[in-house]
């Protein structure tokens, strides 16, 4: 007999893999705004928000359009099932300030863990999560620079494998080192889709874990912020 969905995700620990919207968090010259609209306290009947964000704000996803010259789907274009997917989970968090992911990190990487395959999420953990927050009196932003990130070859050969989506906890897939964002360049056109500034990566296995990460549908959207999650067997990570 079938299990039920309810069932089967009793098995599954659901990892956060998401970032909290708000003022402070790290983001580009770009404003952001949650702007009381309506409240108790002025005497309404209901509390309401308006929210000013940038579609690349916070823990997001870029669709294949965001690359100027790339005729690829747009948010609302891009069906839901290419939003979910099984993980492959990357522990490349021995990577250091502007370090590149090589497509031979990854060769390794299948080593030990086994192949990556076609519709694979793949996700990289650099460890790069650790300057989302930073103590008062720091530097304001450095999450925003110096990030390592992957080669363009590295994203190539994952692209030839046929993968659904890239996601890291960088703040771009490409390493600051690479100002001409190549990463970007070799997967977009090839309808891979890009996950950025996920968080709690390390809380995600090598294999076995589940990802879903759907965006609003934003009409003509380049990216949107994504509440992304993983679905983890219980007792595997």
Not at 161 to 186: Q, Y
Request: charged share 25%; glycine share 10%.
């Amino acid at each position: 007999m079938k299990a039920n969905i309810a069932e089967v995700l009793a098995g599954y620990d659901v990892v956060d893999l998401s970032h909290t919207l708000e003022d402070g968090m790290p983001r580009p010259q770009v404003p952001y705004g949650h702007i009381p609209w309506k409240s108790e306290r002025l005497g309404d009947g209901f509390n309401t928000f308006m929210v000013l964000v940038f579609e690349h704000a916070g823990t997001h996803v870029d669709a294949p359009v965001h690359l100027a010259g790339t005729r690829g789907a747009t948010i609302d274009e891009v069906p839901p099932e290419r939003w979910m997917g099984p993980v492959s989970c990357l522990d490349m968090s021995h990577k250091r300030e502007r370090e590149f992911v090589t497509k031979a990190d990854v060769q390794a990487w299948e080593e030990r863990h086994g192949a990556i395959e076609g519709g694979d999420v793949v996700l990289i953990n650099t460890g790069w999560e650790c300057n989302w927050r930073v103590p008062s009196g720091v530097e304001r932003q450095p999450y925003l620079k110096n990030n390592p990130g992957l080669h363009f070859e590295a994203a190539e050969y994952l692209a030839d494998r046929g993968v659904k989506l890239v996601g890291g906890d960088i703040p771009t897939i490409d390493s600051d080192a690479d100002p001409e964002e190549r990463a970007h360049k070799a997967l977009l056109p090839r309808g891979v889709l890009i996950l950025e500034n996920a968080a709690n990566l390390e809380m995600v296995p090598p294999k076995g874990a589940y990802f879903i990460g759907l965006p609003l549908k934003i009409g003509d959207g380049t990216g949107s912020p994504v509440r992304a999650i993983a679905l983890v067997p219980k007792g595997l990570a």
